[in-house]
């Protein structure tokens, strides 16, 4: 059964600075992965799609990756802002169904 | 605008009452999801259905029922049988489930609370 891990659970950085968020799934038998936004009591919104076949994708200052022969995808956001801060998904697509992580809270102090 | 809507946003039911939560798509998405999310953890799928008529269970099917009888609605009843049903609700839909590479949209959730 496909497993996804998200690490740090939290992470409070100042305004400004470039961070990175990881993501872990134990089967690489995967179709795509999808990294997604979540605010307070909403929905989520989803912010970049990665296809199996592909290593990476950048929607602004967002910048994902994924490397399927060691499980692993991380979400790159550059020159962080006050706006940003939100719980960010990552979710993979092995079939029927999408797996997710538990999410990474994210605090971008002004 | 195309999108999901689920009603209502938030719900309060008496324990022993069967509710019954309102997921509505005019995506043309032939597949539909019902995630729990409950604090600290990950979504985990209750139902899916990939095609009018026809749906599965997920990992966390049991004290849940769902129908699919149109292409736009998947509505999700909570019944007395599930034993802790107070948790955050969410809907999704993607063009085709299966071996695809669509990526999955969803609706801003219910919340429902069980006293």
């Known amino acids: 059964k496909q497993e996804v891990t998200q690490i740090p659970a939290a992470l409070s950085v100042p305004e400004g600075e470039n961070l990175v968020l990881n993501c872990s799934f134990t089967?690489?038998?995967?179709?795509?992965l999808q990294w997604f936004r979540q605010d307070p009591g909403k929905g989520l919104t989803s912010l970049l799609l990665?296809?199996?076949?592909?290593r990476e994708q950048t929607s602004g200052r967002l910048n994902a990756s994924l490397d399927k022969s060691s499980g692993r995808s991380t979400l790159y956001i550059a020159a962080s802002q006050p706006g940003d801060s939100a719980t960010y998904l990552c979710?993979?697509?092995?079939?029927?169904?999408?797996?997710f992580g538990a999410g990474t809270r994210l605090t971008v102090k002004p | 605008d195309g999108g999901i809507t689920q009603s209502p946003k938030y719900l309060f039911r008496k324990e022993g009452q069967n509710v019954t939560l309102s997921c509505e798509q005019n995506?043309?998405?032939?597949?539909m999801y019902w995630y729990r999310q409950d604090p600290g953890q990950g979504l985990r799928l209750i139902y899916y259905?990939?095609?009018?008529?026809?749906?599965q269970k997920g990992d966390i099917a049991e004290g849940y029922s769902v129908s699919r009888e149109k292409k736009e609605s998947f509505p999700l009843t909570v019944t007395s049988a599930q034993k802790n049903p107070t948790a955050f609700y969410l809907c999704?839909?993607?063009?085709?489930?299966?071996?695809?590479?669509?990526?999955?949209?969803f609706g801003n959730g219910t919340r429902l609370t069980v006293t």
């Open positions: 979710a993979v697509s092995g079939g029927n169904d999408m797996r």
């Open positions: 259905s990939q095609i009018v008529n026809d749906f």
């Open positions: 995506l043309n998405h032939d597949a």
């Open positions: 999704a839909s993607r063009i085709s489930g299966g071996r695809s590479g669509s990526p999955l949209h």
């Open positions: 089967d690489s038998a995967i179709y795509n």
């Open positions: 990665i296809q199996s076949s592909q």
